[in-house]
């Protein structure tokens, strides 16, 4: 597979090392002179200097038998830029993002790139990671419609314990799925009411997680 990358910082270059390791094909394009000469101290000549928003730099990457084009730039404007051309200007079958602020995500989807990444949720999930005790737990992001999917156990001092979970005053975008029990998992119905180390499963959005948070684990 042919990948080029843009952006030389320590995600491209630790990306763009991983990718020739496992033998791919890998193009690193920088602007940065400072960075382009550490990225092509570490790639070799796998590194060209350039603007990945440029055509002239892309063509001279190679970007028309491209078969991924990743943008790792620490502008969100540049990435989706570089994704915008690398489809249809060199029709790339896939294209993938790195989207720092969070409320661009949704624009970057609507603009059809491939695959977001949102550094927020990567930070997140090396918290999560790091800290097995972390409240909410990111399982998984639908991306057609923003969302995300994420797991949080009950404490056993949270105020909704005993509660039924259809009377919860969740967030309005937010609902319970699952609740898994000591003796397995529920779908939450009139009666299903919450207790001591249960775990619920919630289909909300970035924007409402702060709050849901609060709600299930809050202290009256």
């Known amino acids: 597979m042919y990948i080029i990358i843009i952006g030389c910082g320590r995600l491209g270059l ?13 193009t690193a394009i920088e602007r940065d002179p400072t960075r382009y000469k550490a990225a092509s101290h570490t790639l070799g000549t796998v590194a060209i200097e350039g603007d990945g928003t440029s055509m002239k730099t892309l063509s001279l990457a190679g970007a028309n038998r491209a078969d991924l084009v990743v943008a790792l730039t620490g502008s969100d404007e540049s990435n989706l830029a570089v994704c915008q051309i690398a489809k249809y200007g060199y029709n790339a079958p896939r294209t993938m993002a790195l989207v720092k602020s969070p409320p661009h995500e949704a624009l970057f989807r609507l603009l059809e790139v491939d695959t977001v990444i949102n550094s927020t949720h990567l930070i997140l999930t090396t918290i999560e990671e790091e800290v097995p005790k972390w409240p909410l737990i990111h399982l998984l992001n639908l991306k057609t419609h923003s969302m995300d999917i994420v797991a949080m156990p009950i404490p056993p001092d949270a105020s909704v314990i005993g509660e039924n979970v259809n009377d919860i005053d969740l967030p309005p975008n937010s609902f319970i799925s699952l609740v898994v029990k000591n003796d397995g998992p529920v779908i939450p119905r009139e009666d299903t009411i919450l207790e001591v180390d249960d775990e619920v499963i919630v289909v909300t959005v970035p924007s409402e997680e702060q709050i849901l948070y609060e709600k299930l684990t809050g202290v009256e």
């Open 14 to 26: 630790q990306l763009s090392k991983a990718l020739m390791a496992v033998g791919h094909e890998v």
